[in-house]
């Protein structure tokens, strides 16, 4: 059975960098790709990007200036850094892994990273 | 992007109802039409994949089919535990995108 298990800073300041990690359990990070996804509280799910094995990344237009992926499959882990946050970017952030039909069949526990002064 | 709209946003049903809960995409799309059930504190849940297969573990009273533009999520028989909030979501055109959500209560 695939576990995802999530860390990382969960109070920011704006202008920070938002920094998640997600180890992998149970399977291998060389299928599939693997992603994040947000929600800020009380609201609906937003696709942020995804990495696989290779190194090759999708992100979502709309944050791309602002991200950057990594994998490490030594590790079975793999990373998200969101640059220059603002209160806008306070959410929940999951990772999740993304299989052939595009669905995301397994979740981390998810991590709630409030951008606050 | 493809948007996805979702109706109804809110519906009121009672155990042992059949409900159902469709999904409108901007623009036509085949098979990679995903439904998810997430519960307040939860991490969202896979129900359904590929417009219509379920996912492994998931009860049979959930069922998922549509085509082109409309796709809908049927949940045959509520029990206590499907009260929750629905999302569909769509990986056929980049980016990934979700509907806003149903939330389904007593």
């Known amino acids: 059975q695939v576990q995802l298990q999530q860390w990382g800073a969960g109070l920011l300041k704006p202008s920070e960098t938002l920094s998640l990690t997600c180890g992998v359990f149970?399977?291998?990070?060389?299928?599939?790709?693997w992603s994040w996804i947000r929600q800020p509280p009380g609201k609906g799910l937003e696709w942020i990007g995804e990495?696989?094995?290779?190194?090759?990344?999708k992100y979502s237009p709309s944050l791309k200036s602002r991200l950057s992926m990594s994998m490490d499959t030594s590790k079975a882990q793999f990373s998200l850094k969101m640059t220059s946050v603002t209160a806008a970017d306070t959410a929940f952030y999951y990772c999740?892994?993304?299989?052939?039909?595009?669905?995301?069949?397994?979740w981390g526990q998810g991590t709630l990273v409030s951008v606050s002064s | 992007d493809i948007q996805l709209t979702q109706t109804p946003s809110s519906l009121s049903a009672s155990v042992g109802d059949r409900v159902t809960i469709t999904c409108r995409a901007s623009?036509?799309?085949?098979?990679?039409l995903n439904w998810y059930q997430q519960t307040p504190g939860r991490a969202p849940k896979l129900l359904i994949y590929?417009?219509?297969i379920l996912q492994s573990g998931v009860p049979s009273r959930f069922s998922g089919s549509g085509s082109g533009t409309e796709f809908t999520l049927t949940i045959s028989g509520l029990q206590p535990e499907d009260f929750a909030t629905y999302y569909c979501?769509?990986?056929?055109?980049?980016?990934?995108?979700f509907g806003q959500g149903t939330r389904l209560e007593i």
């Open positions: 999740a892994r993304a299989r052939d039909h595009g669905d995301f069949d397994s």
């Open positions: 149970g399977a291998s990070t060389s299928d599939h790709y």
């Open positions: 990495i696989n094995h290779r190194g090759r990344t």
């Open positions: 623009q036509s799309m085949t098979r990679y």
């Open positions: 590929g417009t219509s």
């Open positions: 979501q769509q990986s056929y055109s980049d980016p990934d995108t």
